[in-house]
Structure formats: structure tokens, C-alpha cells
């Protein structure tokens, strides 16, 4: 059974950083991508960054320059950067898996089907 389970979340100041974290377990040597998501509070959820099976990756406008994607396959754990924070970065921030997709991987939430529970991000101004 497929388990996620995101770390790493806090509050901080604009400017400030934050590596999030994605412990994963239960997927074995399957073929797949993953993909870190943010929901906002009456926000849809939208993908801001993902890695394939090839380590390739992917990144929403609103992310680039300031969100890297990386994984440690030896601890089967996937990362996500994000430096100089904004107030409008604050969310809910999960990430997700899929064993559909393992090559070009979306940010498109419906194409994931196993989702970790979440960290919480809060910036002040």
C-alpha cells in the first residue's frame, strides 16, 4: 500500500526559505512520476512542481525560479525548495504520486492517485 507522508512545513517571514519533504513507501520499483500541490483556502488545488521517472521535471509559472523538485531515491523521498516566500505562497502543500503517468509528468491533480495528508505553509509580510 502506497503511503505518503509530507514534513517540513512552518511559518515563516517573506524571504525566508523552506524544504519540504515527501517520505514515501509501498510502491516498489514501479514506474511513476510525483508531484507536489498547494491548496489555499478557497483556492483550487493547483500543481506547482513534478518529476518523473527520469528525473525530468516540471514547474507551474508560478513557481519558477523560486521551487526545485528533487527526489533521494536511496530514501525514497522527494523534496520541494522554495525560496523567497511569499504571502501568497501560503497553503496547504501535499504531494502526490502516480503510477499512470511516469514519464512527462503532469500538474494536473486528477491525473495522481495516491496523495500524502499535507504540511501547512504560512508566510507573513
Known amino acids: 500500500q502506497v503511503q505518503l507522508v509530507e514534513s517540513g512545513g512552518g511559518s515563516v517571514q517573506a524571504g525566508g526559505s523552506l524544504r519540504l519533504s515527501c517520505a514515501g513507501s509501498?510502491?516498489?520499483?514501479?514506474?511513476?512520476?510525483m508531484g507536489w500541490f498547494r491548496q489555499a483556502p478557497g483556492n483550487e488545488r493547483e500543481g506547482v512542481a513534478c518529476?518523473?521517472?527520469?528525473?525530468?521535471?516540471g514547474y507551474a509559472d508560478s513557481g519558477q525560479g523560486r521551487l526545485t523538485i528533487s527526489q533521494d531515491n536511496a530514501k525514497n523521498t522527494l523534496y520541494l525548495q522554495i525560496d523567497n516566500l511569499k504571502p501568497e505562497d501560503t497553503a496547504m502543500y501535499y504531494c502526490?504520486?502516480?503510477?499512470?503517468?511516469?514519464?512527462?509528468?503532469?500538474?494536473?491533480?486528477?491525473?495522481?492517485?495516491?496523495w500524502g495528508q499535507g504540511t501547512q505553509v504560512t508566510v507573513s509580510s
Open positions: 502526490a504520486l502516480t503510477t499512470e503517468y511516469a514519464y512527462n509528468c503532469p500538474l494536473k491533480d486528477r491525473a495522481y492517485n495516491y
Open positions: 509501498g510502491y516498489g520499483s514501479n514506474r511513476y512520476s
Open positions: 518529476i518523473d521517472d527520469n528525473g525530468s521535471t
